[in-house]
């Protein structure tokens, strides 16, 4: 079993920065690609960038390519999202998942999912 665990949310003006974490647990960490999904309120969950598993393939959504970068530290079972630039419109509950083989952008293929932390971008 698998568990995620994400932090790193909180409230920020625009043009701010936060860096979210996920923590996992359970698995060989470095066996499994990670990605970074989020969801607005009445909005699907979309995804937002995706990481290969030892690191050098890194994949981003067109709204926020250049402003967010995905990284990971096996050693710690660890993934980040580092998001500069913040718009209002990154407002979201965050999700880190895990996908058994390659990135993808697809949500039903990754097979566990954390709990969600909070970003909120004021304007």
């Known amino acids: 079993q698998v568990q995620l665990v994400e932090s790193g949310g909180g409230l920020v003006q625009a043009g701010g920065s936060l860096r979210l974490s996920c923590a996992a647990s359970g698995r060989t960490f470095s066996s499994y690609a990670m990605g970074w999904f989020r969801q607005a309120p009445g909005k699907e969950r979309e995804f937002v960038s995706a990481?290969?598993?030892?690191?050098?393939?890194?994949y981003y959504a067109d709204s926020v390519k250049g402003r967010f970068t995905i990284s990971r530290d096996n050693a710690k079972n660890t993934v980040y999202l580092q998001m500069n630039s913040l718009k209002p419109e990154d407002t979201a509950v965050y999700y880190c998942?895990?996908?058994?083989?390659?990135?993808?952008?697809?949500?039903?293929?990754?097979?566990?999912w954390g709990q969600g932390t909070q970003v909120t971008v004021s304007s």
């Open positions: 998942a895990l996908h058994r083989n390659i990135p993808s952008i697809i949500n039903g293929e990754y097979e566990y």
């Open positions: 990481i290969s598993r030892s690191g050098p393939n890194t």
